[in-house]
C-alpha cells in the first residue's frame, strides 16, 4: 500500500513538472493579435496554352505557335514576354474509348502560363490580348503583395503593443512593475483577396465609356500577427 502511495505520488510530481515546464518566476505571459493592411503590388494573371493534333509532332508545333501569338500579345500590350512564366508541361494521348481497342486518336499538349505584371494600367490590355487567342483558355487574375516583409513587420509591431499593453494591465492589478520581455513566439498569416478574371472580348470604349473598375483601386491585403509574450514583473 506505501509502496502505491509512494509511486502515485511521484507520478503526479512528475505531471506537475510537466505542466509547468518552461514557467518563468514573477513573469506574465500574454497573447495578442495584430494586423496591418496594404495595397497589393503585383497582378497575377494565368491561363493555359492548350493544342490537340493527331500526332504529338503536330501537337507540339501547336502549342509552339501558339506560344509565339502568346508573346506577340504581350509586347502589344506593352508587356515583356519574359515575365511569363511557363509551368506544367503536359503531353498525353487522347483515346477514343468507344472503340473496344482503345486507340489513340489525338494527342493534347498544355502549359500553364503565369504573367505577373507590377503596373495595374496594363492589366485589361494584356487580358483582351490573350481573350483573342483561341487556344488560351482558363484565364483567371489575382491580386499579390510581393513586398510582404515590411507588412510583416508592422503586424508584429502592432501584436507586440497590444501583448505589452495587456501585460501592463495585468502588472497593475497586481500591485507590480512591468519589466523587460523575457520571451515570445510570433507567427503570422497573409490573407489573399482573389479576383476572378474571365475570358474578355475587346471593348470599344470610346462607345462604351469608362470601364467598370475605372477609378476603384485594388483589394487591400491583410497580414495577420499572433503573439505570445512573456514579461518579467518587478
Same mark, same amino acid.
Given at each position: 500500500?506505501?509502496?502505491a502511495i509512494a509511486l502515485l505520488f511521484m507520478i503526479s510530481l512528475a505531471a506537475f513538472a510537466q505542466e509547468n515546464r518552461g514557467f518563468l518566476p514573477n513573469s506574465v505571459s500574454v497573447g495578442a493579435d495584430g494586423d496591418f493592411e496594404s495595397a497589393p503590388d503585383t497582378a497575377v494573371i494565368t491561363c493555359m496554352i492548350s493544342a490537340q493534333e493527331n500526332t504529338s509532332q503536330a501537337a507540339f508545333e501547336s502549342a509552339s505557335r501558339l506560344a509565339e501569338q502568346l508573346r506577340q500579345a504581350?509586347?502589344?500590350a506593352g508587356v515583356d514576354p519574359a515575365t511569363a512564366e511557363l509551368s506544367r508541361?503536359?503531353?498525353?494521348p487522347v483515346f477514343d474509348y468507344k472503340n473496344p481497342k482503345q486507340k489513340a486518336i489525338a494527342y493534347r499538349v498544355g502549359?500553364? =502560363?503565369?504573367?505577373?505584371?507590377k503596373d495595374f494600367a496594363k492589366i485589361a490590355p =494584356?487580358?483582351?490580348?490573350?481573350?483573342t487567342l483561341n487556344g488560351i483558355t482558363g484565364q483567371n487574375m489575382t491580386y499579390d503583395l510581393e513586398?510582404?516583409?515590411a507588412a510583416k513587420q508592422k503586424a508584429i509591431g502592432k501584436a507586440y503593443e497590444r501583448a505589452r499593453m495587456y501585460a501592463e494591465t495585468l502588472a497593475k492589478v497586481s500591485g507590480k512593475q512591468l519589466g523587460?520581455?523575457?520571451?515570445?513566439a510570433v507567427d503570422t498569416q497573409l490573407i489573399m483577396p482573389a479576383m476572378a478574371y474571365a475570358r474578355t472580348m475587346a471593348i470599344d470604349t470610346a462607345v462604351a465609356g469608362k470601364a467598370p473598375t475605372e477609378d476603384f483601386g485594388a483589394s487591400k491585403i491583410k497580414v495577420?500577427?499572433?503573439?505570445?509574450? =512573456?514579461?518579467?514583473l518587478q
Open positions: 500500500m506505501k509502496l504581350l509586347r502589344n508541361y503536359s503531353l498525353y502549359t500553364s =502560363v503565369t504573367i505577373k505584371l =494584356v487580358t483582351e490580348s490573350l481573350a513586398a510582404i516583409d523587460g520581455l523575457l520571451s515570445a495577420t500577427a499572433h503573439i505570445n509574450g =512573456v514579461f518579467g
